[in-house]
């Protein structure tokens, strides 16, 4: 599983579509879930290339630091975003005539409310992925907050 680290440090907050693009590529991991269970669950016959249980502790270890990560970029640009937001609006009440900064408004409010939703597809993704782990690793591994 790639580290994401870097990546969700950059993640763009400016333009929604330019993160909601980062954040695909971010989920990517989470797509590939089975996949990765699969390949890093060693068979009967392979199991000198390490034990299950190691194997599920990693890849969950793994997940939880993805998870960490990505909730954390998603939150920064939520806060920046508002911050924009609380700016446009101090902007509004000062110059009440001003259409470009009523549309400014509206533009981050809008992407606002689109970064927050992301945080419930966040959990929607966690859920998935946390699913297919328990039923492929719930003999090896039972992680601790489960």
């Not at 609006?89 to 001003?98: A, K, L």
């Not at 509206?106 to 597809?121: F, I, P, Y």
Request: aromatic share 8%; charged share 35%.
């Amino acid at each position: 599983m790639s580290t994401a680290g870097e990546e969700v440090q950059q993640l763009p907050c400016r333009e929604f579509s330019e993160f909601k693009e980062a954040l695909q590529l971010l989920r990517a991991d989470d797509d590939k879930i089975i996949y990765k269970l699969n390949t890093s669950l060693p068979t009967t016959s392979f199991s000198e290339q390490g034990s299950a249980t190691e194997h599920c502790k990693d890849l969950y270890q793994q997940l939880q630091s993805l998870y960490k990560s990505r909730s954390s970029a998603i939150q920064k640009c939520v806060d920046e975003t508002t911050n924009q937001v609380a700016m446009f609006r101090e902007q509004r009440d000062n110059e009440r005539d001003s259409n470009v900064i009523l549309k400014q408004l509206r533009k981050e409010q809008t992407k606002l409310r689109l970064m927050k939703s992301e945080l419930g597809v966040e959990e929607v993704v966690k859920e998935r992925s946390m699913k297919v782990f328990r039923e492929r690793c719930w003999k090896s591994y039972k992680p601790p907050d489960f």
